[in-house]
């Protein structure tokens, strides 16, 4: 039997912490309430405060209005999130609509009632906060909420639940019209503390704000006692058993690559988030689940990240996904030109993105596409919060979706556009996903920090476990999205750990873009004296390391069918023999060849496979250790400390080489803008070394 979630919105108000100024209150209030998902979405509801302040101009007592501003997360939101603007010039906009303005001819309007010269522009929503009389006034998209709001019924039950405690509104677009629907409410009806609006959510108001975050708590408690007496099984009867784990990971290993290579729309990657939780696989298995997802959300927030609807489709093949994922993608993608000509309005922005943001896959689970892991975690959840509302509804009522004309007017909103518009460009490696072998320490981790700053998610591999753990940390925190760091335990040198490793890569972000190669160590000794532990020591790890890495990436890229690029992580030693380094030289010559060959074999992918040729690199290299350090210094005959001396003045430049100046010249080959047109490519990064010149 299906079970609806239990009444468990904790009451996390603590007086010894609450501050006792009314503006630091809202801002403690808006945090503990958007620290829950169940009470509101990320991104989704806002708070306000009214309160007199000091013009600063005339020294007068005014009235402001303290809004959380446009876009903000009421979870993380700070004192310099929330708009001020002087109640009544808010309030006088009125006129203005009364004579004809449009509505979203007056929202460049709010800029003027500005209090303070606030620069953060304040929310669509700020109308329903300006017109309630109350000081502290919430507005939330609980999931509870929003199930009985969506329902066929929603104003009965509006009256059932709540009593005379809420009052209804049918749905109507966020702005201004709204705030005076439900100015007319609470004049109608003295006494209310709230509002329900139809497929949104609700609004409450109360005298200050521990009482308004208790009552916002108060709403949601009664709504899911509600819910939990209703039917027993929402979704009907389960016409299949939940796939089990090691099904999901193999379907999600035959599919994401392809669906990857599918889903990108000039030239954006996507990266995906893949939810195979229980109450995914239940509406999944349910014999509602079709009916319902075809009908799309409700919710405003929702469909904005998820569309109006996901693509629906059955569990996919054992063996080729190519025709399956081909011909459903086609259909999403028709019905989906249909549904923008059907609705485009004279002045509605060209089509977006064609492609579902949100795929609900048989014998899987939820595949949620976004531009970085945390905007792919957000549609994944927001179509969870959808599911819960299909499910709350289903159990008191039946569940209605926006009008599909209703649902375009938001999608394709002109102050949608606008807020896209005002985005900052993506960053270089925005979408793409890097693996790095070698990643926790020198050159690799130089890289790593490189390309997660540019954009990229970046995959460490490395075998040292302790050393994975303190890069992975100093990458993320260098990252340009959070969660876009992945560490991995892998032994380059055995073919079943690399497999493994870019599976995982895989599971977490749906496929690669390129490889770094760099995993490396490095023995002194001449031919005759090299040991075989020290010869097969390096010829596993620098040669058939790198190969099985090439391998593997070079599969991988071929099936997603995106082009890509590797970057191998040579040495001057690969072109000038080292001294007393018989082994090491020739594996390193090994590695440029090898990538000499891959660039000729997958060129015709798109695929471009450069090196770089570092000499000396010996601050932060795992190489350069304390045991070839010494051995270095006594074949050159002088002492450890002044080997970074001897090399820069050894170089023609007379520089040093760090591992960032490496790293700069890797990014540069992975960089499609820069050297999208180069393949086969070794470049120095050396000071200037005569004999590691290129012929």
């Known amino acids: 039997m299906a079970t609806l979630r239990e009444p468990s919105v904790p009451n996390l108000w603590d007086p010894k912490r609450a501050p006792k100024d009314s503006f630091d209150q809202l801002v403690y209030a808006s945090n503990l309430l958007g620290s829950d998902l169940r009470v509101t979405n990320f991104g989704g509801g806002n708070t306000s405060l009214k309160r007199t302040e000091i013009d600063p101009l005339t020294g007068e007592e005014v009235d402001v209005l303290w809004v959380k501003g446009s876009g903000g997360d009421l979870g993380s939101a700070k004192a310099s999130n929330f708009a001020s603007l002087y109640s009544n010039k808010v309030l006088a906009l009125e006129q203005k609509f009364a004579s004809g303005t449009p509505e979203d001819d007056l929202v460049p309007l709010y800029s003027h009632c500005t209090f303070n010269l606030n620069p953060t522009p304040c929310s669509i929503d700020t109308p329903l906060h300006a017109f309630v009389p109350d000081p502290c006034v919430s507005h939330l998209h609980a999931d509870a909420v929003i199930a009985i709001a969506a329902s066929r019924d929603a104003e009965r039950l509006t009256q059932e639940v709540w009593g005379g405690k809420l009052g209804f509104l049918p749905w109507k677009r966020p702005g201004f019209e709204l705030g005076l629907m439900l100015r007319d409410l609470i004049r109608a009806n003295p006494g209310l ?9 609700y609004i409450c108001w109360a005298g200050d704000w521990h009482e308004c975050y208790d009552l916002s708590l108060e709403l949601i408690r009664e709504a899911e006692a509600f819910l939990a007496g209703g039917h027993g099984q929402p979704f009907g009867a389960m016409l299949s058993a939940p796939p089990t784990e090691e099904a999901v990971r193999g379907a999600a290993l035959r599919v994401l690559p392809e669906i990857r290579g599918k889903v990108a729309h000039v ?32 919710c405003p927030d929702h469909f904005l990240r998820t569309k109006i609807r996901p693509l629906v489709l059955d569990a996919p ?11 459903a993608l086609s259909g999403f993608r028709e019905e989906y030109a249909a549904y923008y000509g059907r609705c485009k309005r004279s002045d509605s922005p060209p089509m977006r993105n064609p492609n579902p943001s949100v795929m609900l896959v048989r014998g899987l689970g939820m595949i949620a596409w976004a531009k970085s892991p945390s905007e792919a975690r957000i549609t994944a959840s927001f179509y969870r919060n959808a599911i819960e509302v299909m499910k709350g509804a289903e159990a008191v009522s039946e569940y209605t979706a926006l009008p599909e ?5 938001i999608e394709y909103w002109q102050l949608e556009e606008a807020k896209l518009r005002r985005m900052p460009p993506p960053k270089e490696f925005a979408g793409q996903v890097a693996v790095i072998t070698g990643g926790a320490n020198g050159i690799g981790l130089a890289t790593a920090e490189l390309l997660a700053s ?6 460490l591999f490395d075998i040292d476990e302790s050393a994975l753990e303190r890069a992975q940390t100093l990458v993320e925190s260098t990252s340009a999205s959070p969660g876009s760091t992945l560490a991995v335990r892998c032994d380059v040198t055995d073919p079943a750990s690399v497999q493994r490793g870019f599976e ?3 599971l977490k972000f749906g496929g690669i873009d390129g490889v770094v190669i760099s995993a490396g160590n490095a023995r002194r000794g001449s031919v005759a004296e090299t040991s075989d532990a020290d010869f097969q020591f390096l010829s596993d790890l620098l040669m058939k390391g790198y190969f099985l890495a090439t391998r593997e990436a070079a599969r991988l890229l071929i099936r997603q069918g995106l082009g890509g690029w590797m970057v191998t992580v040579g040495s001057k030693n690969g072109v000038a023999v080292g001294s007393n380094a018989a082994i090491y030289s020739a594996a390193k010559s090994f590695e440029l060849h090898l990538m000499r060959t891959a660039a000729a074999d997958l060129a015709k992918y798109g695929i471009r496979c450069n090196a770089v040729n570092p000499d000396a690199v010996l601050q932060g290299s795992s ?13 050159l005959n002088i002492d450890p400390s002044e080997l970074p001396e001897y090399y820069r003045k050894r170089s023609m430049l007379g520089v040093e080489v760090s591992t960032r100046d490496v790293a700069e010249a890797i990014a540069w080959l992975a960089s499609e803008r820069r050297s999208g047109k180069t393949t086969g490519c070794v470049i120095p990064v050396d000071g200037g070394v005569r004999e590691g010149f290129l012929r």
Not at 193 to 201: F, N, W
């Open 267 to 298: 030239g954006q990657l996507w990266v995906a988030h893949v939810d195979a939780g229980p109450e995914v696989q239940e509406f999944l298995g349910s014999e509602k689940f079709e009916r319902l997802a075809k009908l799309g959300t409700s």
């Open 623 to 635: 190489i350069w250790n304390d045991r070839w350090r010494e051995e270095t210094a006594k074949l």
């Open 405 to 409: 004309q209703e649902a375009f007017d």
């Open 193 to 201: 503390r709230g509002a329900l609006m139809g497929s949104h959510g």
């Open 454 to 459: 540019a954009g990229a998610c970046v995959a």
């Open 317 to 327: 093949p054992t063996a080729e996904v190519g025709d399956w994922l081909d011909k």
């Open 504 to 506: 995982e890569v895989v």
